[in-house]
């Protein structure tokens, strides 16, 4: 039987020190893909922001609540793509009330920005609300000399 695809799934403490480590995994799962080394630095910096965000807003910063992140690298031979969900255990939020931070009133606020750069760094990105509660982030990055699907 042949696997589809690669991957690894972390399941952390709402604890920033544990940004560092999945970082890392993350830049591993990028490597096995192929990105070169500025599309490393972007996908880096949209899995940062989107764990701290899960952490810090999802979670409300209880280091009991958890917060899941899968790194999928596929197909399994020759991956062209890596897809990346975090998952939080909060309230959840309605994305469409998300303010925009290029609006004039926004743009010396010091936050709101994350929704925003893991949109400009990633090919896709999807927020929803999932059934057993908090939000998921599902971001994707695609090489750009893959074959179309």
Avoid: C, Y
């Avoid at 972390?10 to 990105?35: C, N, P, Q, T, Y």
């Avoid at 031979?77 to 975090?86: D, G, W």
């Avoid at 994350?114 to 971001?139: A, Y």
């Amino acid at each position: 039987m042949t696997r589809a695809s690669h991957s690894v799934r972390l399941d952390i403490g709402s604890a920033f020190d544990m940004l560092d480590f999945v970082e890392v995994v993350g830049g591993h799962m990028s490597r096995l893909v192929g990105f070169d080394d500025d599309t490393l630095h972007w996908i880096s910096i949209a899995v940062r922001e989107s764990v701290a965000n899960a952490m810090k807003h999802g979670n409300k910063g209880d280091e009991a609540k958890r917060v899941a992140v899968e790194f999928i690298a596929s197909p399994a031979e020759q991956p062209t793509e890596l897809v990346i969900l975090v998952r939080d255990q909060g309230e959840g939020f309605d994305p469409e009330e998300v303010a925009d931070p290029l609006a004039p009133e926004n743009l010396l606020k010091s936050s709101g920005r994350g929704i925003f750069l893991i949109r400009s760094f990633m090919d896709d990105l999807t927020l929803r609300r999932v059934p057993e509660g908090g939000m998921e982030v599902r971001m994707v990055k695609r090489r750009p000399d893959a074959p179309a699907s």
